[in-house]
């Protein structure tokens, strides 16, 4: 139905490497937004993004709305232990209203 | 511009008592989602509500569970009997559209029920 599959489920890396996560569904979405959780926070709004094939960047974040509109990917260069944390896509599915979110993506940055 | 404001942070309630947990939008934001978050798990939806109307309650229990979001105030999620199995960090987030888009998360409010 609507779920949001996201994947890797957890990622282990090393300082300054790059990483790379996706989120896919079933379903046709009309935005991608991506999220990172720190520990005993709310979810911060990182990157949106409106338009199939759309590649937006915040500083060492980049996402992609996939032309299909079924997908999603994050790319984080150059890693920093700052950068630990859980990461969740989410989204309004086109035939809801609703926002959905994906498992979310745990990384760990080892210095 | 304050941000999604919950509270309480912390909310401690013992097994049969009620639980109401508050959630006021971003200014100018009139859609707000509730979250549960259990530990080391991702986001549930529970329910969407605009002013004076909820839109979709598909993600709630369906008993002992309610949510509002009256024309003045703030929305409120109640949870009345809580049970151990509450126990969880409970997040709204608000929206100025109909969709989530750019949907803004508050801090939490984490139940635990002793």
């Known amino acids: 139905g609507q779920q949001l599959n996201q994947s890797p489920q957890s990622m282990f890396i090393q300082e300054g490497e790059d990483v790379s996560m996706n989120c896919t569904s079933s379903?046709?979405?009309?935005?991608w937004l991506w999220y990172k959780q720190d520990p005993g926070e709310g979810p911060v709004l990182l990157i949106a993004?409106?338009?199939?094939?759309e590649l937006t960047s915040n500083g060492r974040l980049t996402a992609q709305f996939g032309i299909t509109r079924k997908d999603s990917f994050l790319n984080i260069s150059a890693s920093i232990p700052s950068d630990v944390g859980i990461y969740f896509c989410?989204?309004?599915?086109?035939?809801?209203?609703?926002?959905?979110f994906g498992a979310g993506t745990r990384l760990t940055v080892k210095p | 511009n304050a941000g999604v404001m919950q509270n309480p942070r912390h909310l401690v309630r013992r097994r049969g008592q009620e639980a109401r947990l508050r959630c006021s939008p971003m200014?100018?934001?009139?859609?707000v989602y509730w979250y549960r978050q259990l530990p080391e798990e991702g986001l549930k939806f529970m329910v969407y509500?605009?002013?004076?109307?909820?839109?979709?309650e598909s993600g709630m229990p369906k008993e002992r569970f309610s949510a509002e979001f009256p024309k003045e105030g703030p929305s409120i999620l109640r949870i009345q009997q809580v049970v151990r199995g509450d126990s969880a960090a409970y997040f709204c987030?608000?929206?100025?559209?109909?969709?989530?888009?750019?949907?803004?998360f508050g801090q939490g409010t984490r139940l635990t029920v002793v």
């Open positions: 987030a608000s929206s100025p559209l109909r969709g989530g888009t750019e949907a803004f």
């Open positions: 379903s046709i979405f009309n935005t």
């Open positions: 993004l409106y338009k199939a094939g």
């Open positions: 989410a989204g309004p599915p086109s035939n809801n209203n609703d926002m959905r």
């Open positions: 200014k100018g934001h009139s859609h």
């Open positions: 509500l605009q002013k004076e109307n909820i839109i979709d």
